[in-house]
């Protein structure tokens, strides 16, 4: 089952519409010694709904998030943007709130979120210690 898992999630980084592969190596980051790090942790997962918020307020919220927990390892950040059918066109808030953390200093590694995490709705995002 855990064979099964690891290609589901190199599966769901290869065919995401936001290139995460390019943002691992852009942080010189090494997707298979996270998992291998992050499945040996006990991590608290910390939740922001972002529903109902403007793309300012959300990237203020993220920001705000971010800063609190800077140096806690043992944090995994999961941001709910949802997947955007609400907007016309493209999600809104997935797209400005991935761009803010690709460039954010605090941020180690993000990840889209996985089917039972939320899926193309949830951002997982892990702080730089």
Request: with cysteine.
């Amino acid at each position: 089952m855990n064979d099964f898992k690891d290609i589901f999630a190199k599966w769901e980084l290869e065919h995401q519409d936001f290139d995460y592969a390019k943002t691992l190596v852009d942080k010189n980051e090494n997707e298979d010694s996270h998992n291998e790090q992050l499945s040996s942790q006990k991590m608290k997962e910390i939740s922001l709904d972002l529903h109902g918020f403007t793309r300012y307020e959300a990237i203020a919220k993220v920001d705000s998030l971010l800063h609190k927990y800077k140096n806690a390892s043992d944090i995994k950040i999961r941001i709910i943007h949802g997947a955007g059918t609400h907007s016309k066109g493209e999600p809104v808030l997935k797209k400005v709130i991935n761009q803010c953390l690709k460039n954010h200093p605090l941020v180690r590694y993000f990840r889209p979120g996985r089917i039972n995490e939320g899926g193309v709705g949830v951002t997982i995002v892990f702080v730089k210690t």
